[in-house]
């Protein structure tokens, strides 16, 4: 079984920055993908950028490239997701995920493994 642990939420004002981590353990990790996606109530969990787990392949969504950058530490077992410039509408819960098919993905329905979510507030 994979656990998956966020950390590093919090409230921030506009035009600051955030670093999220994503903490894994459980099996022998080596997923093929790795993505972080946000969800605010009653709206859908939306994809906010991957990784792969071998490489240098990343994708982000529109809205935030440019400010915001995924990393991944292979030793560590764990993926961060720098966050600048941060705005208002950035504020949901933030999930990371992980899939063990390699490639790369964009929709949650993608990813297998889960974390809680850590909350990140944005203020004007």
């Known amino acids: 079984q994979v656990q998956l642990v966020e950390s590093g939420g919090g409230l921030v004002q506009a035009g600051g920055s955030l670093r999220l981590s994503c903490a894994a353990s459980?099996?022998?990790?080596?997923?093929?993908?790795m993505g972080w996606f946000r969800q605010v109530p009653e709206k859908e969990r939306e994809f906010v950028a991957a990784i792969r787990w071998t490489g240098d392949s990343t994708t982000y969504a529109d809205s935030v490239k440019g400010r915001f950058t995924i990393s991944r530490d292979n030793a560590k077992n764990t993926v961060n997701l720098q966050m600048n410039s941060l705005k208002p509408e950035d504020t949901a819960i933030y999930y990371c995920a992980a899939r063990f098919i390699d490639g790369i993905y964009n929709a949650a329905r993608q990813y297998d493994y889960w974390g809680q979510g850590t909350q990140v507030t944005v203020s004007s």
């Open positions: 459980g099996r022998t990790f080596r997923p093929g993908v």
